[in-house]
T-cell receptor
């Protein structure tokens, strides 16, 4: 178990370009979450998957953002036509959940994040 | 949604206990209290969680009041490496298990 892995760790891009981040969760975890964090703020929820199904998307996830988890293992978060306001740390987390929506305890393990800078 | 209130910042002397308070007066009976911390430029790290009873693990202790409207995270012997932002979070029942982070408490452990 190597924890949650995120790549790339840092990405600098020009406004208007597309970027993609990858998250490899802990292997037995069936839930995967994406968060965004800007400087001085707590992480903000974007979306989550149970296996390959995307079960919830935040209103923060505009139509320029798309997330996939095609085989229920790794996930990608793509941002199209990046804007300077997209500059942030993008965090991925995973957890093992036995229930589909009704929860008791649910411990999320976070990755180190992917920092995006849009020039 | 059950929201939490934490002090913005706290200081603690190295070697002393750090007691971090959190108010969650609107918590429901089946909602868990979680604590995470985030050291600068790293992802959040899980510390502990609880429902009704006090909990202890190798990192910290969690004291939850009987009415469950507040809790305290205790780091028994704070070190400089405990300097971080500490988040108290109520896990929303029946909402996918996602954590909703607030602003947290910035704990500075000083020599």
């Amino acid at each position: 178990d190597t924890g949650v892995s995120q790549n790339p760790r840092h990405k600098i891009t020009k406004r208007g370009q597309n970027v993609t981040f990858r998250c490899d969760p802990i292997s037995e975890h069936n839930r995967l979450y994406w968060y965004r964090q800007t400087l001085g703020q707590g992480p903000e929820f974007l979306t989550y998957f149970q296996n390959e199904a995307q079960l919830e998307k935040s209103r923060l996830l505009s139509d320029r953002f798309s997330a996939e988890r095609p085989k229920g293992s790794f996930s990608t978060l793509e941002i199209q036509r990046t804007e300077q306001g997209d500059s942030a740390m993008y965090l991925c987390a995973s957890s093992l959940s036995l229930d589909r929506g009704v929860f008791g305890a649910n411990v999320l393990t976070f990755g180190a994040g992917s920092r995006l800078t849009v020039l | 949604d059950a929201k939490t209130t934490q002090p913005t910042s706290m200081d603690c002397a190295e070697g002393r206990a750090a007691n971090l308070p959190c108010n969650h007066s609107t918590i429901s009976g089946n909602e868990y209290v979680y604590w995470y911390r985030q050291i600068h430029s790293q992802g959040p790290q899980y510390i502990i969680h609880g429902l009704k009873n006090n909990e202890t693990n190798e990192m910290a202790s969690l004291i939850i009041t009987e009415d469950r409207k507040s809790s305290t995270l205790i780091l028994p012997h704070a070190t400089l490496r405990d300097t971080a932002v500490y988040y108290c979070i109520v896990l929303i029942y029946n909402q996918g298990g996602k954590l909703i982070f607030g602003q947290g408490t910035e704990l500075s452990v000083k020599p």
